[in-house]
């Protein structure tokens, strides 16, 4: 559908195609503002809210308005322009056109875009829009999946629902993406019998882009048009078909668009075909396939994210077989050399192992955290043994951060303009000493500020639970939580070793703290299971049935259709952030660097970027830092650490007042979190350490090679 805007306004549709908006509050408040009501109802997508509003006229008229839109589009202008970017000072080299192809099967940009299912898809994304605040010229390559990830509703009996609903681009903030002579992108791939097409769209982020492969399109048959449907949906067959697109696909788009990037980063082993699409192309320039593995691999940055074993994708040989067919002879090799770059030798047989492919196929390889660095050390170990590469470990890590600007909330962002002096602390986040403002707000104000998010955070809570409670029927107990009570969030994906029941061990113990008569406290989760993961479901269930089954009600709530806002209403709004995996399972863990960054500290077990930050005054630890006997041992002491720690240390400090009605001690802690856990685990940090520990030494070694342009 056609945007009309009036001439007055008539730059508004570009602003709302580029994301740059989902970070600058005052470009979000425009589009509140020219209709609030639809700007809800669209789930805050301004390129719907653009087609569907019958307000621009009047807007148009609104000398108010019109100064506004004048004040962000000349921000807009300063931002794209992108001068005295960091690197451009930093690499003068390397910045310019797009050195980095950044491959993901999800990112997660914003709410109005669905194809995220959790930390993994919104890490991608803040990893793009740093890159763009950076001046670090990345692509991002990723699935348009056109039911998105599913929208999830909890039935009265606590049932997770999965419904999928038709993403329509049209009306979303994406765009046929163009080739350098101006016309649309198509590409194919190769699917045993038959060739796939691909569409290629396109998202624009800040300075940054990131292009989408659409198998739904009429030169496909009905049945390939639902290859991208689902993120993580179908079998084997749809993830290998999923994977081949991402990988041979995204190349492709890339060439379409007459992009040559330098450096190709394997975001998870998802996108690790995308190696044998290069080696393809080299060899079939002449190259023979020791040569061409060898300069892909010296291009190539591969991250890994997760111990869990069935995060890392494997294909049984007769699969791998049947949608490798030509391939061997196209790489130059035979079928043992192709079935040996991701052979991995299983119990119950041999698998194609898309990691170890991966790291085959790249020379700069990284973890997410320190922990999760010996953690992937020990699961990989065996193919590093004689190893030559001479870079001492084979395999680093760049602990993870999140993009400050998505997540923290304007008033808290305007509290902090105020006491570092002006907004010039923004452009150097990731610097400890930029945020020794801190320090100097009065505990009074910051205790102010965060009780207007938490107001604002509370009313989104019990708004959602009371159309939870309308459409399940209302046989539920009416809940709403209390704006004075300790509150402590849980959002997260509903994955067994994220342990969401883990504080229903004890449910009386639990009841007694909770429901202090004087010192209550409450906690807000949300999170979708993964819809084949019948225990993940489980604790859905578990957790709303607390209410009722344990005497919860009000303490302890459920809210459904977990997705980025929720995220940030709730990091924004609560007072602390909990986090309680199985050690050491949790890679990095991003959402309560989230929480910290808004004053909310972490309280959590010992894993992932925890224990990087944790400095005993700027948060709290669950259980201990060592080894359990058993599963069962390490549930029950994180459990048992869980209530003493919370009744004997956070309950005490968040009730203890001045006279004023002012936690003293615990706006310490928040501070603490928020000067501690701000410029570390920014992704403005994380994106310099990837352009310095593992993009430079790449493209350096690309150049060397003379596989740039
Ligand atoms: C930040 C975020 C996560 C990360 O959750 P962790 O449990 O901390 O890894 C997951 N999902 C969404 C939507 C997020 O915004």
């Known amino acids: ?82 001068r005295d970017t960091w690197m451009g000072y930093a690499y003068p080299g390397l910045a310019g056109s797009t050195r980095v192809a950044y491959f993901s099967a999800e990112f997660g940009l914003h709410e109005s875009l669905p194809i995220y299912s959790g930390g993994l898809g919104v890490l991608a994304g803040d990893h793009v829009k740093s890159a763009s605040d950076l001046g670090v010229p990345l692509v991002g390559v990723g699935i348009l999946y056109a039911q998105g990830f599913f929208r999830q509703r909890i039935d009265a009996e606590g049932n997770q629902r999965e419904i999928y609903e038709p993403f329509d681009p049209e009306a979303r903030p994406v765009r046929p993406a163009r ?51 689902r993120l993580y949906g179908g079998d084997t067959r749809t993830r290998i078909a999923q994977e081949i697109i991402l990988g041979v696909g995204g190349v492709r788009a890339l060439r379409a668009c007459g992009l040559r990037p330098a450096v190709y980063h394997m975001n998870e082993g998802h996108a690790a075909f995308l190696g044998l699409e290069r080696i393809r192309e080299m060899v079939a320039a002449g190259e023979d396939f020791r040569d061409a593995r060898r300069r892909v691999a010296e291009s190539t940055v591969f991250t890994t994210h997760t111990p869990v074993p069935a995060g890392h994708d494997a294909f049984a040989p007769e699969l791998f077989r049947e949608f490798s067919s030509g391939w061997a002879e196209w790489l130059g090799t035979d079928r043992d050399g192709l079935w040996a770059l991701g052979h991995k030798q299983e119990a119950w047989g041999p698998v194609f192992n898309m990691t170890v492919l991966a790291i085959n196929l790249s020379r700069s390889r990284n973890a997410v955290s320190q922990i999760h660095r010996d953690v992937s050390h020990k699961m990989w ?28 909330s304007a008033p808290m962002a305007e509290l902090y303009d105020r006491y570092s002096g002006g907004r010039a602390w923004r452009n150097t986040v990731d610097d400890p000493t930029a945020w020794s403002f801190v320090a100097e707000i009065p505990p009074e ?56 029941t883990l504080l229903l061990r004890d449910p009386e113990r639990l009841r007694e703290i909770a429901k202090s008569a004087d010192r209550p406290v409450q906690f807000v989760f949300a999170g ?20 009722e089954e344990a005497d919860l009600a009000g303490h302890l709530v459920i809210l459904e259709d977990y997705d980025m806002d929720v995220t940030r209403r709730l990091v924004q709004g609560v007072d602390v952030w909990l986090n309680n995996p199985r050690r050491p399972l949790e890679a990095s863990g991003t959402s309560g660097q989230k929480a910290s960054l808004n ?33 069962e041992e390490q549930d029950a002491a994180d459990a048992r650490s869980f209530y003493e720690t919370l009744e004997g240390s956070l309950v005490p400090l968040f009730y203890e007042r001045t006279a004023s009605g002012v936690p003293e001690g615990w706006v310490e802690v928040m501070k603490e979190a928020i000067a501690t856990v701000a410029p570390k685990f920014s992704t403005q940090r994380m994106v310099r350490d990837y352009v310095h520990k593992l993009y430079v030494p790449r493209a350096t070694g690309t150049e060397r090679l003379g596989l740039s342009r």
């Open 528 to 547: 979708k299971a993964h819809p084949a993961d019948s225990p993940g479901k489980e604790f859905i269930k578990a957790l709303y049935h607390a209410a």
């Open 381 to 408: 170990y065996d193919l590093f043994l004689g190893d030559d590469h001479g870079e001492g470990r084979p395999i680093t890590h760049v602990t993870n951060g999140v993009h400050t600007w998505s997540w923290l």
């Open 1 to 82: 559908m056609q945007i009309s805007t009036p001439p007055r306004l008539e730059r508004l549709p570009e602003l709302a195609y580029n994301l740059f908006w989902t970070w600058t509050p005052e470009a979000r408040r425009l589009f509140t503002r020219l209709d609030p009501e639809l700007w809800e109802r669209t789930e805050h997508n301004p390129v719907r809210l653009l087609q569907e509003t019958e307000n621009l006229e009047a807007a148009a008229g609104d000398a108010d308005f019109v100064d506004a839109y004048h004040l962000v589009m000349r921000e807009f202008d300063e931002y794209l322009a992108g």
């Open 599 to 631: 004053g909310a500290p972490n309280f959590s077990v010992l894993d992932g970027w925890w224990p990087e930050a944790y400095n005993g005054r700027n948060g709290w630890t669950i259980g201990e830092d060592g080894e359990y006997a058993s599963l």
């Open 179 to 229: 080739d350098p002579d101006g016309g649309k992108v198509l590409v194919s791939v190769e699917m045993p019998g038959r060739e796939l097409y691909l569409k290629v769209w396109e998202v624009e982020v800040g300075r940054s882009a990131v292009l989408l492969l659409d198998a739904d399109i009429p030169e496909n048959s009905e049945e390939d048009r639902h290859l991208t449907a």
């Open 445 to 500: 104000e910051l205790w102010e500020t965060h009780r207007t998010t938490k107001e604002e955070m509370r009313g989104f809570v019990n708004e959602r639970l009371r159309q939870q409670r309308e459409r399940t029927g209302a046989t539920a107990p009416v809940q709403e939580i209390d704006p004075e009570a300790l509150t402590l969030g849980f959002a997260r994906r509903f994955a067994t070793y994220k342990r969401a």
